[in-house]
């Protein structure tokens, strides 16, 4: 079965340095990937859509990766701030145009 | 900007009562959604609508149905409402026009089933 996996525990990280997430999946051959923001009590937040024959994408202090051979996406947050705090969900694309979304990963940037 | 409202941020029904979730959005958009979130499970998708009059069945259609009579608006109806679906629900709406296909959310509607 297709399969999203985030990491389930938090990542606290320092005001001003890199914060990784990562999102691996089986079973799917995505043509592209999102990612989206979520703050507590609200609906999520596009931020970024990567495809499949495009490695790396940015936006501002953003970054996101895509492997297609590793099955893996990555999310940078460079310089991060306390405003960065928030669960991340990655989000591949299925079959049918749908979107799988990850139960997503939670940052906290401690100032 | 695109705006996607739903007609409650909290509401409160008692086990049996039949339950309407309004959602609305303003961009003309043709495909819209229902989700529900709950911990540790994610966002699953109930109900899927690519165009007017049109729906799909996500993976948990169980107990819900849905209406869109018009674009701007999709309707998520819960017939019977039992404590299981006590959940936040989100709806979102995507131009396929765009190419983005990015989904704009809705604030959601936290549902207490009692």
């Known amino acids: 079965s297709q399969k999203i996996e985030q990491n389930s525990e938090a990542l606290n990280i320092q005001e001003g340095k890199t914060a990784t997430l990562t999102c691996n999946y089986t079973?799917?051959?995505?043509?592209?990937l999102q990612w989206y923001r979520q703050d507590p009590g609200r609906g999520p937040v596009f931020l970024l859509l990567i495809r499949e024959n495009e490695k790396e994408k940015r936006k501002e202090r953003l970054k996101v990766t895509f492997d297609t051979t590793l099955k893996q996406s990555l999310f940078h947050i460079t310089a991060s701030q306390p405003a960065d705090s928030a669960t991340y969900l990655c989000?591949?694309?299925?079959?049918?145009?749908?979107?799988?979304f990850g139960k997503g990963n939670q940052v906290v940037v401690i100032p | 900007d695109v705006k996607v409202t739903q007609s409650s941020r909290y509401l409160v029904k008692r086990t049996g009562e039949k339950v309407f979730l309004e959602c609305v959005q303003d961009m003309d958009h043709e495909n819209m959604f229902w989700y529900r979130q709950d911990p540790g499970l994610g966002l699953r998708l109930i109900y899927f609508?690519?165009?007017?009059?049109?729906?799909e069945k996500g993976d948990i259609p169980e107990g819900y149905s849905v209406s869109r009579e018009k674009k701007e608006r999709f309707s998520l109806i819960l017939e019977s409402a039992s404590t299981n679906q006590t959940s936040m629900y989100l709806c979102?709406?995507?131009?396929?026009?765009?190419?983005?296909?990015?989904?704009?959310f809705g604030p959601g509607t936290r549902l207490t089933v009692t």
């Open positions: 079973n799917y051959s995505p043509a592209y």
């Open positions: 989000a591949p694309r299925r079959w049918n145009n749908r979107l799988a």
């Open positions: 609508s690519y165009d007017v009059k049109m729906k």
């Open positions: 979102a709406s995507r131009n396929t026009g765009t190419g983005g296909y990015e989904q704009y």
